[in-house]
C-alpha cells in the first residue's frame, strides 16, 4: 500500500507540472493535502464570528419581522474581496466544490456553539427546477453538505420546494426582494419538519427577504424552529 500511494504522489506531482492546482482565492500552487483553497487563504478568510452573539447584524435583520431562534454567517462579504470571488466562482463558474469545503469549514465553528447544537435537519434554500437545469447544481445544498458532515446533522433538500420561478434579487430594494419571494415557497411533506429545528442554509444574506420567506412556510408547519446560517452577509 505505502509503494502504490508513493507512485500516486508522484503520478500527481508529474501531472501538476503541466496542469498546476491553484488555490481559487489567490491563484497560487495547491498543496497536496488542499483540495480548492489553500490553508493560508482558507485561515485568512474574514470571519464574522456571528455564531458566538446573538446580537449579531444577521439575526437583527430579521427581528420584528419573524421568530428566527438564531442566525448567522460565516465572513463578511467585502466588494472586489476574496469572498465575492469565492462566491462567485461558485455560483457562476460551476466550481461548486468550494461550496462544500467552506461548509464543511464553518460547520466545525457551529458544531462548537450551542446556540446550534439542537438542530434537527440541515435545509438549503432551493432552486426553481428551471435554474437548477440551467445551473446545473444548487450552491447553497452544496454549503449544506458540508455543514452536514462537520455538524454531523442529516440534510434534507427536497421537502422546501421553490414551486415559482422569480427573477434576480441582484439589484431590487428590500421591499422588492420581499414581494419577489413572498409566495414562492412550499412544503412537501410537512410531517417531515413537524417537531424539528431546521438550520435554513443560503450563500449570501443581504435583506433577508429570500429567508424570511422560506421560514415563514417553514414555521406555519407544528412546532418547528429555524435557525439560519450563510456562508457569507452583504
Known sequence: MKA?????NLIDDFTGIFYP????????????????????CLY??????????????????????????????????????????????????GVKEIGYDL????GSYLVESDNYSSVDIIVPVPLHID????????????????LSHSMKKPLDNTNLLRVKFTETQTKKTRIERWENVKSVFGIYKPSLFKNKHILLVDDVVTT???????????????????????????
Do not use: M
Open 103 to 106: 461548509g464543511n469549514y464553518f
Open 131 to 146: 435554474k437548477l437545469k440551467a445551473r446545473g447544481y444548487n450552491q447553497s445544498n452544496w454549503i449544506a453538505k458540508g
Open 21 to 40: 492546482r491553484l488555490c481559487v482565492a489567490c491563484n497560487e500552487n495547491l498543496h497536496r493535502h488542499e483540495d480548492y483553497i489553500c490553508l493560508n
Open 208 to 234: 433577508g427577504s429570500t429567508l424570511e420567506a422560506c421560514s415563514q412556510k417553514i414555521l406555519e408547519i407544528e412546532n418547528t424552529k429555524v435557525s439560519i446560517a450563510t456562508l457569507a452577509k452583504a
Open 44 to 93: 485568512a478568510l474574514p470571519k464574522t464570528n456571528f455564531h458566538l452573539t446573538e446580537d449579531n447584524p444577521v439575526n437583527k435583520l430579521f427581528w420584528g419581522r419573524i421568530k428566527i431562534n438564531n442566525a448567522t454567517s460565516f465572513l463578511h462579504f467585502d466588494k472586489g474581496g476574496k469572498v465575492q470571488s469565492l462566491i462567485h466562482q461558485l455560483k457562476y463558474k
Open 4 to 8: 502504490y500511494n508513493k507512485i500516486i
